[in-house]
């Protein structure tokens, strides 16, 4: 084999491993790195009593890098207490006022701060979430409800927002 042959062969036998390598490296995002999500369900939690006061709300989520969730480690000034992405799951309640659904602030947001669903960051997660949430509002005669939420991930990525069926709450 001539000198030349043999450079040629060693070269492209480079290039064919570095370009395994470099494959085999690389992180493959099965989904977007936007957080997607899903209605699933909105079902009343039984308290024991004829009146309603919480419900579990599950949705379906989907991240391409696997950054959703905040915990205690999370000590950048965007996720202290004060400020608004201390909360990474919002909600926003609204009451059916004469045929027309009327955004209702309560005193008490309805957000929540999802814990780390992934250790292994980055990766693609997908999975089930389930949030209990107070669907009734006390100071109100107004007995159909419904929710809207979205989801942010550690890098500020928003979802898109999504709608809950109306509930009729027991008052």
């Not at 490296?25 to 790195?33: A, N, T, V």
């Not at 005193?107 to 949430?133: F, M, N, Q, W, Y």
Request: net charge negative; with cysteine.
């Amino acid at each position: 084999m001539n000198l030349e042959i043999k450079k040629k062969l060693i070269a492209g036998t480079a290039v064919l491993l570095l370009s395994a390598l470099l494959i085999g490296c690389r992180h493959e995002e099965k989904y977007s790195i936007i957080p997607y999500i899903e209605f699933l369900s909105l079902e009343k939690v039984d308290n024991g009593t004829s009146h309603d006061s919480q419900a579990t709300l599950t949705i379906h989520f989907q991240d391409g890098d696997g950054d959703i969730g905040l915990d205690s480690r999370d000590r950048d000034p965007v996720f202290a207490v004060d400020s608004p992405y201390y909360y990474n799951f919002f909600i926003d309640f609204y009451e059916k006022q004469q045929g027309e659904w009327v955004k209702i602030d309560l005193p008490t947001p309805l957000h929540a701060r999802v814990p780390h669903l992934s250790e292994d960051v980055p990766e693609s997660i997908e999975g089930k979430l389930s949030i209990v949430t107070y669907i009734n509002n006390p100071m109100s005669p107004y007995d159909t409800v419904r929710l809207s939420c979205y989801l942010v991930d550690r890098a500020l990525h928003h979802s898109d927002t999504i709608v809950t069926p109306e509930i009729i709450v027991n008052k």
